[in-house]
């Protein structure tokens, strides 16, 4: 497994298609906080997809003003089909062209396979990580860790 | 790994003996797959078990993957206040490919409810609350899609085909 960025690091900034024509930056979202979702795939298994618990779960992060965004190695015409195929609202971004350049920053790169690994990272509105955490690629690591962090934030 | 943040409680909905050793917990959404597919795989596993595990159903719908999900979770729980859970739960999942309004009311009426009292009961936010305190307290503990299972406090991430649950509960009892 990849040894993920630690807490107090300041987050690698990037810039990533997030539809055909549209980037996204995470300097853009400085002044709140931000959950970085690294995921192996679009399309995995229907209902144990990470992606689609977390757009189930998105008020939860919104209560706490985070901006989600999920981060794999699918191409943007790939990431806009899986988007509307399964309902997502919050965006997803191509870390596609230099492959998994991103992912690499964040030490969330898994090189055997060519894909993201499981990696959450919660940013505070500063751009500092304030909690990482690298799950086996096998297992969804749920939502359970994201929202403590996200209240330790505000304490 | 993840652990059971809400324990369970007697407003939990549990079947078998509540005195087990061993608790076996779902969320799951009615809707799901995957969670048609574990139905009787749990029946399997209560035969199994017997009296040594109890077996207990929290409601995690993904409202936004099945349109239906939320609802069939709140006409089990209607049928719950009936003391009806466990008959629902099962018809929900027997006819999971119908699930919808017409497939509720025929479910009610076959189970001796008022299917007028289900209609007025779904358009009050009292049953819809349980379901989404069931959801909120799955977010907390970790569950991750569905269905996911507890055995005891803790989530169970290996395959879920019979042998190795047997296998995994085994090691829960033994302990």
Redesign the interface.
Known sequence: MSTVLTPGTPAPDFALPVTPDQKLSLSELRGRPVVLAFYPADWSPVCGDQMALYNEILPEFQKHRAELIGISVDGVWCHTAFTKDRNLHFPLLADFEPKGAVSKAYGAYFDAAGISERALFVIDKDGIIRWSYCSPIAVNPGADGILEALEALEK | M?TL?APITEQDHIQGNVEAACTLLEYG?YQ????GAAYPLVKNLQKHFGNRMRFAYRNFP????HAEAEAAAVVAEFAGTHGKFWEMHDALFENQDRLGDDLFAELATQLGLDAAELQQAMAKRTLTDRVRADF?SG????????PTFFINDR?Y?RPRDYDTMVSAIEEALAE
Not at chain 2, 32 to 35: A, D, F, G, K
């Open positions: 993840a943040k959404d799901c797959p995957h969670c993904m409202t936004q993957l909120s977010i907390r503990s970790g569950v991750n899609g569905t989530r991430d």
